[in-house]
């Protein structure tokens, strides 16, 4: 990318491989998206955050949507799914149009996460599970894809994974939320009956378990994948780039931000005593970081940067 990645809050960005217990992890990236700068950083001033995120002239700042893939001998496992593609076909003529225009979203580069496993020599078919952290749609775009006319999921032969709380917060959801919640993302999947629904945290896998938060929107899952010597929080919206570490910076879009601030220092607290590695899903540069404390240890800073490999 640009020179900026090289001085990305003045760290150098290490190229990373990571295997945690049975798992080969894999990070994929699907899609660049854009998003005004001001509704990702909340009360931050432009003159802070635009250090290390710059805006195009619309205000709206680079995104990237960054799946996880945990392999081993019997499983694929896949977190989130990025933004999907054919809105046209997907949200109807006119949604669709805007879609690749209110998200900066370059046609022909929308059918991201098919592509992304496609350059790892894996197809959709041998994915075995998806856990949703939530269905805004980007991160649930990806779960159905339009086939003959009509929404259907993307992973054939995968069981899906959501939290019982968000299913009825996307079910019905409330006027700030309205515009990222679309049924042709989720409602094929209760359909075909493969969408799995959870109520509360649990190991969905060995070494693998889901967190619940409900600052960002209702029932927000994050994913830890701990063999007690290496973990990784897939953080997902909960923090979603590498400059949202400190515990303040939180998103316009967060439903309850006081909420939100409090959820974050508990996952960081945790990820700076294990040394975990934090996965961010919409980091345009990086794709994950170690923390450590702030001068006053009351908050956190950037300790390195990492790009994994895919
Ligand atoms: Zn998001």
Known sequence: MSETQNNYHN??????????GPYEVKSLSTASFGLDGGAMFGTVPKVLWSKTNTSDKNNKILLDCRCLLLISKDKKILID?????????????????????????????????????????????????????????????????????????????????????????ATHPNLREKASYYECNFKPLIEAGCLKVLKGPAELFPMVKVHITNGHTLGQQTIWI?????????????????????????????????????????????????????????????????????????????????????
């Open 11 to 20: 760290l150098n960005i290490q190229p990373l491989k990571l295997k945690i």
């Open 81 to 169: 799914t990025g933004l999907g593609a054919d809105f046209e076909k997907k949200y109807g003529e006119k949604l669709g149009e805007n879609f690749y225009t209110h998200y900066n979203i370059k046609k022909g580069e929308d059918s991201g996460i098919i592509k992304a496993l496609k350059k790892i020599n894996i197809k959709s078919s041998e994915i075995t599970d998806v856990v949703l952290t939530h269905l805004h749609f980007d991160h649930a775009g990806g779960a159905t894809t339009v086939k003959n006319g009509k929404s259907v999921p993307t992973f054939e032969n995968a069981t899906y994974y959501i939290q019982e709380k968000n299913l009825e917060t």
């Open 226 to 310: 701990d063999d007690c010597k290496t973990s990784l929080l897939y953080c997902a919206d909960l923090i979603p780039t590498a400059t949202h570490v400190r515990l303040p910076w939180v998103m316009g879009y967060d439903l309850e931000p006081l909420k939100l601030i409090s959820e974050k220092e508990v996952e960081l607290k945790r990820a700076l005593d294990k040394e975990s590695y934090l996965f961010f899903e919409h980091d345009p540069y990086c794709s994950m970081a170690q923390v450590m404390h702030s001068k006053n240890r009351k908050d956190y800073r950037l300790k390195a940067l990492f790009n994994l490999s895919s």
